[in-house]
């Protein structure tokens, strides 16, 4: 089996263990991948919603209550970890939406052709950038959102631009 079948059957494994599948389907929602029990809770703070919680205290890993997460994004740039994405699978949409932190320079435009990434680095292929987000407000770490098939939704967690 190749690394990207392999990394997708990975993520639609996750998917199923997502308590909350049906709700990734009503609109974005955020994906915490934090697994570090540091004290650490710029999430919970930039959280406007209140749909993030640490109720293990500060060196525990942060809680997403699905149901309260409108998927605004404000705690992708606020993680220091660069941990959190958001994920929109809405149903009627051909392809699904991944917003993620991006760190690199120079950054890509909106329409612009990239290649999505997995959590390893390895290829899943073409993807569009739809939105690029930058400001003070999200803290020197801009937001890339790419649209990728909907089977990469929960495997796409980074991307390389493409060759000029």
């Known amino acids: ?9 990975q993520a639609q494994e996750l998917a199923k263990q997502i308590p909350a599948v ?3 389907k009503k609109g974005p929602v955020a994906i915490i991948e934090c697994i570090e029990e540091i004290p650490c809770n710029p999430c919970v703070e930039s959280c ?14 942060p809680i997403l209550d699905w149901e309260k997460c409108t998927g605004c994004g404000l705690c992708i740039s606020a993680c220091p970890g660069l941990a959190i ?5 809405t149903e009627g949409r051909e392809q699904a939406r991944v917003a993620l932190p ?9 329409g ?3 290649v999505a990434l997995d959590r390893q680095g390895n290829e ?11 400001g003070k407000r999200l803290d020197r770490t801009c937001i890339i959102t790419i649209a990728v098939p ?14 000029r």
């Open 1 to 9: 089996m190749s690394n990207k079948k392999g990394n997708i059957l």
């Open 22 to 24: 049906e709700r990734l």
């Open 48 to 61: 406007p919603q209140g749909a993030i919680s640490m109720p293990g205290g500060l060196n525990a890993v």
């Open 85 to 89: 994405f958001v994920v929109d699978l």
């Open 102 to 110: 991006y760190e690199f320079i120079p950054l890509p435009q909106k």
């Open 112 to 114: 612009e052709r990239v």
């Open 124 to 134: 899943l292929g073409p993807a569009e950038v739809l939105r690029v987000q930058q």
């Open 150 to 163: 909907r089977e990469w939704a929960l495997a796409a967690r980074n991307i390389r631009r493409a060759e």
